[in-house]
């Protein structure tokens, strides 16, 4: 497997588009600092998702170069659906935990 989108190892795989990300940007391949001039939250890209069992081998990017997030179902943080990992800066997890960035399914 792993494919074309796909994620080695995962039986089952979701396509999804229009997450919300605030406290941050996305450039494409990984977080990025807001200017002062960015809005407070943007849509992700469209991305592929898959539950993998948590003793099965590490996925790439490094676990150092990726950061788990919580995926919200609203703005008001109230539900967690799941988490998503994202990738980031080596050794950027403060910073990123610090702006508060998380995830959302809608606005």
């Known amino acids: 497997g792993g494919g074309r989108g796909g994620i080695h190892g995962a039986p089952l795989t979701l396509m999804i588009s229009n997450i919300q990300l605030e406290g941050c940007s996305f450039d494409g391949s990984r977080l990025t600092h807001n200017d002062r001039d960015s809005?407070?939250?943007c849509t992700l890209p469209a991305c592929t998702v898959a539950w993998v069992d948590?003793?099965?081998p590490p996925l790439s990017p490094a676990p150092?170069?990726?950061i788990t997030?919580?995926?919200y179902y609203g703005r008001d943080r109230?539900?967690?659906?799941s988490c998503l990992d994202l990738p980031c800066a080596s050794g950027s997890h403060q910073?990123?935990?610090l702006c508060g960035v998380a995830l959302f399914l809608k606005n």
């Open 95 to 97: 910073q990123w935990i």
């Open 69 to 71: 997030l919580p995926l």
């Open 78 to 81: 109230q539900a967690v659906v």
């Open 64 to 66: 150092q170069e990726r």
């Open 54 to 56: 948590k003793e099965a």
């Open 39 to 41: 809005p407070s939250v």
